[in-house]
């Protein structure tokens, strides 16, 4: 008996000397990563079920909002739960991840309802029916990025953690040298934009100077 309460109060001080401390869920437990496992397994399968065509399409795309909209709880319950730690702890770079593929899976989500809105409005139109196309060929793209979830099945190997890690930083440093060009051009523009203003006002109330008459 004495040695059971031993035990529990080392596990009680432990989870206390934690920095992340439990609010409602404890997502850093077993049954939330099972749940996780569960979510991508059945994603991964009702998206192949609808690539193969087996049974009604319309099952499909629901369910396959349905873990949609898990899998957007999923990740708002881990905000919630580690706050600032979302994006300071070890496995940030797989928080970001997480981050990247449920707003991949809702933007194809919104893409496929407009685009069958779309399909439903134009009737035969040519131009209606194209858009539908362009949309629904973005759609199949964002289903195949949707398939990099399956990688979270495989973070606790330490080479797919370091493939990760090198592959989210090189995407950060592209995203960072892209807002800086992005800056300097606003910039350019704006200084642009400002000196013909300027010119333009001062010739208003202003006139070059003629050129001298050559004999």
Known sequence: M???RQEDLELALERYEKVYQVKCIDVEGKKWE????????ASTLIMGLQA??????????????????LFTFELFVRIFEKGYLFCMESEKHWNFFDS????ISLF??????????????????????????NKMKMLRTLRLLRLCRVCRIFKGIAN????????LQTVGALFLILVVAISILALFVT?????????????????????????
């Open 2 to 4: 004495a040695i059971a």
């Open 52 to 69: 193969l065509g087996v049974g009604q399409a319309c099952v499909w795309k629901r369910a396959d909002d349905l873990t949609t909209v």
């Open 108 to 133: 194809s989500m919104i893409l496929s309802a407009k685009a069958s809105a779309d399909a439903a409005a134009g009737g035969g139109h040519g131009g209606a029916n194209s858009a539908s196309m």
């Open 191 to 215: 200084i642009s934009i400002a000196f013909f203003a300027g010119a333009k006002a001062w010739l208003e109330t202003h006139s070059l100077p003629r050129l001298p008459k050559v004999d």
């Open 160 to 167: 797919v953690n370091k493939f990760v890690d090198v592959a």
């Open 100 to 103: 990247v593929v449920v707003a």
């Open 34 to 41: 099972v749940f996780g496992y569960v979510l991508i397994a």
